[in-house]
Each structure stands twice: as structure tokens, then as C-alpha cells.
């Protein structure tokens, strides 16, 4: 069975450009989910979405960042316009969703590297 | 105070030896957690689960969840360089939130 994957696996823009990360969560998870990451820091939850609803973007910086996942199976991420501080690791992961306990467990894509210049 | 807790590192064993990972949570009603291995460079992976007090074990990994003192760990027994890597701790409720994670350095 094939795992989350993400598209592309590295990026190097210049601030001030558009850039749109790509995940494909693994066939039958509802729940997909977008995080950043610094180096030397855990994941921290940019948007999580439970089929194609978001439930939560708490954490998305709106006025630049967008995200969606019309179809409620991949979904794309967006930076526009990208800032030095976007540099960072984006990774997406998946979890079957529901209530049961082991529903949460998420599995996480290879991650896109991100170094804005 | 952050959510999930859990010290830095590096945590530095010999090999063969126990390693103790351990992390803390602030929100009572958190009723899961996990434990991820993420090696540099590379993505977090799930080791295990955990959601009922008390020790769950797997291979070589032994969890243990207290939720009265709101702690939770991973023992790693007969410690191999190969688990060299960053142990990150995730507890949920209303949502996932991960620790900032513990370097593992496991010394031949």
C-alpha cells in the first residue's frame, strides 16, 4: 500500500513568490493534515481537514497562506507571497479519521523542504 | 506552558543499554498519545500508541502512560546506534500536539 506522498520533495523560490506544496493522503484516510517544521522543532499544525472540510486553520496564516482539498481526497498547499521566514520543512500526513482511538494514528509523507532566498 | 513537554537532549546511552524518553501534557482531557522517530532528514514515523494507564510493549519499545501525573514514556531496551534519531511525543484531544522533541544518541 502506497504511503502519503508529496510533490515536490524540495524548493527554492525567492521571497516574494508564489509556491504550492501537492499531497496525496493514503487511499481510505479522511483526515489529511499540513504541517510546518523548523529545524530542531516538533510539527506544528497549519490546517487539518476531515474529508474536504477544514476543521481546523487556526493555526494558518490566512493573509498569505491557502489551502484546499476540493475532492476530499489530495490536497494542495499555497505561500503567496513567500517570506524568508517560510523556510521550513512542509509536511503532510493522514489518519483514517473517525472515533475510534487508533483513528488518530497519522502517517507522515517525505515532506517538502522549502528555502525561500 | 506548551502542551507537550519534553526535554531536548541529546540524551546520550551506550549501546545495549535502556533508553528513557519521557514527555509531559498540560490538558487533562487528552486521551491519546504517541511516539514517533523521526531520523534527520527524514519524516516522523509512528512507533506506537498508547491511550489506557499503564506499560504497552512492542519489540524492544515499552511505552507507559500515567494520566494522574499527566506523564507518559518510552523505554528503549538493548539501545542499537540505529535508534539514533529524534523522539517526538504527540498527545490529542481536540487535535494532535506534538512535543518539540528528544535526540536520541546511542553510543557504540
Known amino acids: 500500500e502506497a504511503g502519503v506522498v508529496q510533490s515536490p520533495r524540495y524548493k527554492i523560490i525567492e521571497k516574494k513568490q508564489p509556491v504550492a506544496f501537492w499531497c496525496n493522503p493514503i487511499?481510505?484516510?479522511?483526515?489529511l493534515y499540513w504541517y510546518l517544521q523548523n529545524l530542531g522543532q516538533g510539527p506544528e499544525l497549519l490546517i487539518r481537514?476531515?474529508?474536504?472540510?477544514?476543521?481546523?486553520d487556526s493555526q494558518l496564516p490566512k493573509d498569505r497562506f491557502s489551502a484546499e482539498r476540493l475532492k476530499g481526497v489530495d490536497s494542495t498547499l499555497k505561500i503567496q507571497p513567500a517570506e524568508l521566514g517560510d523556510s521550513a520543512v512542509y509536511l503532510c500526513?493522514?489518519?483514517?479519521?473517525?472515533?475510534?482511538?487508533?483513528?488518530?494514528?497519522?502517517?507522515f509523507g517525505p515532506g517538502t523542504r522549502l528555502t525561500v532566498l | 506552558q506548551k502542551e507537550v513537554e519534553q526535554n531536548s537532549g541529546p540524551l546520550s546511552v551506550p549501546e545495549g543499554a535502556i533508553a528513557s524518553l519521557n514527555c509531559t501534557y498540560s490538558?487533562?482531557?487528552?486521551?491519546?498519545f504517541f511516539w514517533y522517530r523521526q531520523y534527520s532528514g527524514k519524516s516522523p514515523e509512528l512507533i506506537m500508541f498508547?491511550?489506557?494507564?499503564g506499560d504497552k510493549e512492542d519489540g524492544r519499545f515499552t511505552a507507559q502512560l500515567n494520566k494522574a501525573s499527566q506523564y507518559v514514556s518510552l523505554l528503549i531496551r538493548d539501545s542499537q546506534p540505529s535508534d539514533s534519531a529524534t523522539y517526538l511525543c504527540?498527545?490529542?484531544?481536540?487535535?494532535?500536539?506534538f512535543g518539540t522533541g528528544t535526540k536520541l544518541q546511542v553510543i557504540p
Open positions: 490538558d487533562r482531557g487528552s486521551q491519546s
Open positions: 498508547i491511550y489506557s494507564n
Open positions: 481537514y476531515e474529508n474536504e472540510e477544514a476543521v481546523d
Open positions: 500526513a493522514s489518519s483514517l479519521g473517525g472515533r475510534g482511538r487508533s483513528s488518530d494514528t497519522q502517517y
Open positions: 487511499s481510505g484516510h479522511n483526515t
Open positions: 504527540a498527545g490529542t484531544y481536540q487535535k494532535v500536539t
